[in-house]
Structures are given as structure tokens and as C-alpha cells.
């Protein structure tokens, strides 16, 4: 969208042009600037300088390349649990350009951080595009909770069968016949707007064909034995169900529903805090020798880890220094910049994000590598306040696996936790925590240092509609 200008004065001073301007913005800011037309607005070939006032707490500065005037605006270092609701395709933007990611989860599921590029499985969550300066970011999620408890057919609990469906003890079978009726899901009710990610197995298949259906809509006929996955954005409440087709014989099994537009929670640093995203590392890759990556800098907050090997984990669990590392799993020693992961992984490489530790300054002063807690009531209080939780999504428990996080709206339940940030002194609380471990920097959201950010797209600037500016030009 373009500037108006609603009144302007025009004088020359030697060689030099000097227009004063009041400035008009529009009700839709485009990120990146808004066009100004100088030639046509003010009579100038080219500006040498601008000199634009700050109005209502933004500020703005002239891009003479690309003819723009930019807005810039005060933004949090730190937002707690941004409520975002994902597109179909699972897909959230944040309000703002993110430096780190302390947590993401719907509200009593955790998901893990992992990389670009990757193939996510449920409870991960990705970046679409490394993170860019000034640029919100695009994040894809996959909810790890199944919407329904019994997708592995056994004696045909929770489902109800039609003509000629049985349950021979491993699976809901389908006799060949020419019958149609349903399999059906007892208790499953789509919400109406929401898309599913289906995943179910076809075994024993032999004639015909089956389809997933929920919500009031159907898959694919499905006509050979395999795994299949299928998004259905429910336009109904109805029920799950697999229909048969022609002269059918297969059975059905192993059933998975994930809402992956259940509203997702995310607590993150913003590029606001200038000296977190100053430090941030994106995707460093690391080879292994004997099993152990070492970074190139000292780690005081990661946001994944990925490991590739025999056996490759899009987002290791986090593990501190004085556990014993077991599959899927990684250990960190931060003041040695190492990660240690499971000889039976057979790790190769790995891709790590992270905020590196800087030799001085606030970060360095108020990182504490590994803080030592013991529960009280399976809640964890820290000696100093959380600014930065160092383990994405997680955490560490001495001798035992290690805690996801969920939203502080949830209920924790086994191996899940809530850091609790705006609590008076901070405080991690959990299900059946004992011990853990901390790696975080301390103190309060008034001692950050932030600088703006440039306004967000289509924001409304049409209260802006009197801004003096000096150009200076020919």
C-alpha cells in the first residue's frame, strides 16, 4: 500500500531540496515498507536524507533503495503461550519475528522442536524457513495426541461392526461379501472446520475396496494392503467409519486421529531481544566421533536437535550431563560444548539450533549451565527466575526420562511438566517429578534491553495520519 500526503511545503537551498511533509499511512501496512512515490509526491528525482518524526510510539526510517518508508513499533522480548489455531495443513505464523523457541504444545500435548525440511511425525513441530531478520515465521505442528483410544483393533472394543466385520483377535476383518455397512467408531465425534490426519492399516486384503470417512466426508477407496494417511477437514460432527465397497475382503487396523488444528500454544524470545537473536545458531551441523558431537560454541539454549545415524530422530530428548544416555536420546554437557548420543543410534551427524553462549554481557553474566533441582510436591523452584528455559520443550530428570512441556492451561500427566515463567520465582511443576535439571538465564522482563521491530503485514496505521518528515533531495 502506498503513503498520502496531506500537506507539504517545498524550498530550495543552494543545490538542495528540502520538502516538509505531513504523512499519511493506510489501514493495511505492508511488511517491508510502504511505497513512496517521490517523484510524484514531492517533486524529488532522488532523496539524500529523511528525517521522519515519531508519532504514537513508532518510529520510521527511509529506504532510499527501494523507495519505502518503514514502521517500526516496541515489541515484547518474550511472549508467553501465544494462542495460534493452525491452518489446515497445520501450519501457524507467529505475531512476531521469533530469535528462540521456549515451548510449543497444544494444551495437554507436547511437541518437540525439530528442523527444516524434516518429516515430521507427531508431537513435532517445524520452522518452514530458518528464522529471518524481521520476518514472522511460519511453523508446521503435529499434535502427538491420537483423538481416539483404541485404533489398535483387538477383541472390537469401542467399534461397532456391520454385516460381515469381525474381530478375529489382531485387526477388524471384513468377510468377502458384497455388504456395505460400516465399522464405526463408538465415541468419535469430528468438530465441524477442523482437519484430521488419518493414519490406518489395510491387511489381508484380497477383493474391493475401503475407505476412511469422518465429519461427514470420505477418503480414498483404498485396494491394497499398506499404510495410509489422509488429511479430512470434517464439514459435520459425524462419527469415524470405514465403508467397503464392491465384493470387499481386507481387514482394518492400527488407527490414528490427530486433530492437526487443535490450537497450539507457544512461548518464545523475539527478535526484539536483540542480543538472543544476535547469538542464535541456526541448523549447525556436526559430525560424531565415538558417538559424541561437539558445538562450535558454548550452548545456553537449544532449540533441537536432530540426529541422523542407523537410527535417525528428527528431535532427540534432551538429557543433562550425569544421566546415562538410552535411545533416541541425547546428553549435554554444556561448558563442554558436547552432545552424546546412544552407541546402538550409530549417529553420524547431526543438526543442532541454538543460542550460543556470547564472552560477555547480560546473557553471559545470568547463564547458569546446569542447576541441580530437587522437587517439593512435584514442583521444581529454581534459585533465580526464568528468562530463558535452555531445553526446548523439555525437561532433564536425573535417572529418569525426561519431561515434555504442555501449556500451563493443561494437566500435566506421566512425563509431562509446566514451566511456569510469569510465576513470582518461576517454577517448573509436573507429574511425578523428583529431580531435574536447569540450564537457563535469569531475571526479569524490565532488565532486557529490546529494540523495535518493524510492523507486522496489513497492520492498521490509519491512525497515523499526521507524521512530519523533512526529505532532503534534488
Known amino acids: ?45 532522488s532523496i539524500e536524507a529523511a528525517l521522519i518524526e515519531p508519532k504514537n510510539g513508532y518510529s520510521f526510517q527511509f529506504d532510499k533503495t527501494n523507495k519505502k518508508i518503514k514502521a517500526f513499533a516496541p515489541a515484547p522480548p518474550i511472549v508467553f503461550e501465544e494462542k ?34 524434516a518429516t515430521l511425525i507427531s508431537g513435532e513441530a517445524k520452522p518452514d524457513a530458518v528464522f529471518a531478520a524481521g520476518q514472522r515465521s511460519t511453523i508446521t505442528t503435529y499434535t502427538g495426541l491420537n483423538e481416539i483410544t483404541n485404533g489398535a483393533i483387538t477383541a472390537g472394543t469401542g467399534w ?39 493414519i490406518f492399516t489395510v491387511s489381508d486384503y484380497a477383493t474391493g475396496g475401503v475407505r476412511i470417512g469422518l465429519g461427514g466426508q470420505l ?34 487396523n492400527t488407527i490414528y486421529v490427530y486433530d492437526i488444528t487443535a490450537t ?45 545415524g542407523t537410527t535417525s530422530y528428527n528431535a532427540c530428548l534432551m538429557d543433562d550431563k550425569d544421566d546415562t544416555v538410552a535411545q533416541g536420546e541425547c546428553v549435554i554437557s554444556p561448558t563442554a560444548k558436547t552432545l552424546t548420543f546412544h552407541a546402538a543410534d550409530a549417529v553420524t ?18 547463564f547458569i549451565a546446569e542447576e541441580d533441582f530437587t522437587a517439593s510436591s512435584n514442583v521444581c523452584t529454581p534459585t533465580y527466575p526464568f528468562l530463558i528455559w535452555g531445553y526446548s520443550g523439555q525437561v532433564p530428570e536425573n535417572g529418569a526420562v525426561s519431561e515434555a512441556l504442555i501449556s500451563l492451561a493443561g494437566t500435566a500427566g506421566t512425563g509431562e511438566a509446566k514451566l511456569d515463567l510469569m510465576f513470582s520465582t518461576t517454577r517448573i511443576t509436573g507429574q511425578s517429578v523428583t529431580t531435574g535439571t536447569g540450564m537457563y538465564v535469569w ?10 521491530l518493524e510492523v507486522t503485514d496489513a497492520n492498521n496505521l490509519s491512525a497515523l495520519s499526521s507524521v512530519k518528515a523533512i526529505f532532503i533531495g534534488a
Not at 168 to 189: C, I, M, R, W, Y
Not at 223 to 234: F, N, R, S, V
Not at 356 to 366: E, H, I, N, V, W
Open 1 to 45: 500500500m502506498a503513503i498520502s500526503v496531506n500537506s507539504k511545503s517545498y524550498s530550495v537551498f543552494g543545490d538542495k531540496a528540502v520538502v516538509v511533509a505531513d504523512l499519511a499511512f493506510d489501514s493495511a501496512y505492508a511488511f517491508g515498507g510502504d511505497s513512496v512515490d517521490h517523484d510524484k509526491l514531492f517533486g524529488l528525482h
Open 84 to 117: 495460534c489455531t493452525p491452518t489446515a495443513d497445520g501450519k501457524i505464523t507467529l505475531r512476531y519475528p521469533p530469535a528462540y523457541i521456549m515451548s510449543i504444545s497444544n494444551l495437554s500435548q507436547p511437541m518437540r522442536m525439530t528442523t527444516t525440511g
Open 160 to 198: 461397532t461392526a456391520g454385516a460381515n466385520w469381525a474381530f478375529p483377535g489382531t485387526a477388524a476383518h471384513k468377510a468377502s461379501s458384497t455388504a456395505v455397512e460400516t465399522l464405526a467408531h463408538d465415541s468419535f465425534a469430528a468438530v465441524a472446520g477442523h482437519t484430521y490426519r488419518t
Open 219 to 252: 477418503g480414498t477407496i483404498r485396494t491394497a494392503d499398506g499404510t495410509y494417511t489422509e488429511d479430512i477437514t470434517a464439514t459435520t460432527t459425524g462419527a469415524l467409519a470405514f465403508t467397503p465397497s464392491g465384493t470387499s475382503h481386507m481387514s482394518v
Open 264 to 308: 497450539v500454544y507457544v512461548t518464545y524470545i523475539t527478535q526484539a531481544w536483540k542480543d538472543v537473536w544476535d547469538n542464535l545458531v541456526q541448523e549447525e551441523i556436526q559430525l560424531t566421533t565415538t558417538h559424541v558431537a561437539t558445538l562450535t560454541n558454548l550452548p545456553l539454549a537449544i532449540q533441537c536437535i536432530k540426529a541422523i
Open 349 to 366: 551427524s547431526c543438526v543442532v539450533t541454538y543460542v550460543k553462549k556470547p564472552s560477555t554481557g547480560f546473557l553471559a553474566d545470568r
Open 443 to 452: 531475571g526479569r522482563p524490565w532488565e532486557i534491553s529490546t529494540v523495535p
